[in-house]
């Protein structure tokens, strides 16, 4: 039987507010289990939680509760929510990594370099960066007259490919991805779907966010649905019951006889 690379307890993130004193619930006693090889669809309502998810793990965010247990490459078992800065820093380098939403990069740094930074940062000489770089940009429909441009100029179809290929330029065991075809074409979006069939046949274990059932029947070998908070569901209903009413009073809906 194969380990768990990626174990979740009880996960839970909320924020607080200290002006005025307000508690934000946000994500909700999440569990799941990772295998090597894997693909797990993060799927739910907006705003249930689910990036706020993969941000604990990567630990951008602290988590309120529960347990993040990472089996690394030798063996050695850590908990992300009780691991210290200094150990992230390092997991991050050798066995994790996060493709966002959005690109964040340097402004006046070419879409080659950007792509290629990582392997720089591992300590890599830039030539053999460059071409690993090169590689995956023409595996994801990225036109070769882009490379040397600044993608802060790109459209967010090219802006969410180039940040595709710099989150997965590193070869690592773990890789979390945030809506990763949002912003693209189906020629696009295929290319992405073929990429990560070949990092799971490589053992590569992934968490991603779908919105798209198509994508999870596609790519996913099991679904965890991160279902909103207790509070959070409350206040939509009211919201939503709210919203109905003023309708109704508003003369916005009409009941047909």
């Known amino acids: 039987m194969t380990h768990w690379l990626l174990k979740v307890e009880k ?24 295998q090597p ?24 965010y602290l988590p309120t509760g529960g347990r993040v247990w990472l089996r690394e490459a030798d063996g050695t078992v850590t908990d992300l929510a009780a691991a210290s800065e200094q150990k992230m820093l390092a997991l991050r380098r050798t066995e994790m990594s996060h493709v966002t939403q959005f690109l964040r990069c ?49 459209s967010g179809g090219e802006q969410q490919r180039i940040n595709l290929a710099r989150g997965l330029i590193r070869p690592v ?52 649905r991160v279902p909103p908070h207790p509070d959070l569901a409350l206040d939509a209903t009211a919201t939503a019951t709210a919203c109905v009413a003023a309708a109704g009073t508003s003369g916005l809906v009409r009941h047909v006889a």
């Open 11 to 34: 996960l839970e993130k909320h924020f607080l507010l200290h002006e005025p004193a307000r508690r934000i619930p946000a994500t909700f006693r999440v569990d799941l289990e990772l």
């Open 173 to 224: 065991r773990l890789v979390l991805l945030d809506e990763p075809t949002s912003s693209l074409d189906p020629v696009s979006r295929e290319c992405v779907i073929s990429l990560l069939r070949e990092l799971k046949m490589a053992g590569t274990a992934m968490l991603a966010i779908f919105h798209e059932p198509a994508l999870v029947e596609a790519l996913a070998d099991g679904e965890v």
């Open 37 to 60: 090889g894997r693909l797990l669809a993060i799927t739910g309502s907006s705003g249930a939680g689910k990036s706020s998810l993969l941000k604990c793990i990567w630990r951008t």
């Open 106 to 154: 340097l402004p006046r740094k070419s879409a080659l370099d950007v792509v290629a930074q990582p392997l720089v940062d591992d300590g890599a000489p830039p030539e053999v960066a460059r071409e690993r770089a090169a590689g995956l940009l023409t595996r994801l429909n990225v036109p070769a007259h882009l490379w040397s441009v600044a993608p802060a100029t790109f």
